[in-house]
């Protein structure tokens, strides 16, 4: 069953004549993790950044179709693009976090860190916020190095233990979607290694988009791949059949190296 439904979807950015993103249909699983994958400027980004209206920090983009969201709650299919309203937004954010290429903590402590989205959604007893900030932390795989120092400055960890404090920040507040930009690019072998075990991990309790360059990392821990090219939807199927039987010439071409 999907979480997301995007349908028709195009988008262009302000003051540019041409839609960089043309005619995109297709769903987000639920607890399953879709990978988006295609050469460089092809729109991955783009598409993802929309699953959450996060280009809307900057005013003038235009949207056409639909991205409909399922609410867990009353299980109604809501269109992201018709909000308006900020405070609306940012609720559609808790909803579905986002993770960057580089580590964007906050300048203070890890447990500020996770408790701050927590502290905006409104808890406010001590105990309850601190049994929330350590299963976060647990979710993230990073309670066990860091349980002895919650108070210490986030800006000390390493640039993996930074990436999954971000997952634990936004795994805090219970999202039903988390997108991910190429989480691993800016990390070593190692601490790859322990983002992707953890995001196959994350899928039991949260739907998972990713964007990665990686067509490794896309076909070891991607349930559903979507090939993209120059602003078109190529194609998008199970991740064995995008790699193992694609559909489509250009799909085949890109995968086994032809270009990209
Ligand atoms: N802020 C912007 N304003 C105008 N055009 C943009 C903006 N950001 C991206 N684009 C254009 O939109 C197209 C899609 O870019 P996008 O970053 O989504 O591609 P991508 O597939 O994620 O690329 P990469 O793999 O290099 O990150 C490109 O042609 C790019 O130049």
């Not at 979807?9 to 995109?24: A, D, Q």
């Not at 976090?97 to 001590?126: C, E, H, R």
């Not at 964007?211 to 991740?239: C, P, W």
């Amino acid at each position: 069953m999907p979480v997301m439904n995007i349908k028709k979807f195009s988008f262009t950015y302000p003051g540019v004549e041409h839609p960089s993103l043309r005619n995109i249909t297709l769903p987000i699983e639920k607890n399953k993790i879709t990978a988006l994958i295609g050469p460089s400027g092809c729109g991955k980004s783009t598409l993802l950044r929309s699953m959450n209206r996060i280009h809307d920090v900057y005013p003038g983009n235009k949207y056409d179709g639909k991205i409909e969201l399922l609410d867990a709650v009353t299980g109604e299919r809501n269109n992201i693009l018709e909000i308006q309203k900020e405070n609306e937004l940012i609720k559609l954010r808790q909803q579905v976090g986002m993770i960057f290429q580089k580590p964007t903590p906050f300048p203070m402590s890890i447990f500020d860190n996770v408790a701050y989205g927590l502290k905006i959604a409104g808890l406010k007893n001590k105990t309850e916020l601190a049994d929330r900030v350590e299963q976060a932390l647990k979710d993230g795989a990073l309670w066990k190095e860091v349980h002895d120092r919650l108070g210490k400055s986030a800006m000390g960890l390493s640039g993996g233990q930074q990436q999954r404090l971000c997952i634990a920040r936004a795994v805090a507040v219970k999202p039903e979607v988390i997108l991910f930009d190429e989480p691993t690019s800016a990390l070593d072998p190692i601490s790859t290694g322990a983002i992707e075990e953890l995001l196959v991990e994350l899928k039991k309790d949260v739907s998972i988009a990713i964007v990665t360059h990686n067509m490794q990392q896309a076909s070891r821990i991607s349930d559903y791949t979507a090939f993209m090219y120059l602003g078109d939807l190529i194609e998008y199927d199970k991740t064995e059949n995008i790699f193992l039987n694609p559909k489509e010439k250009k799909t085949e071409d890109y995968i086994t190296g032809r270009f990209g």
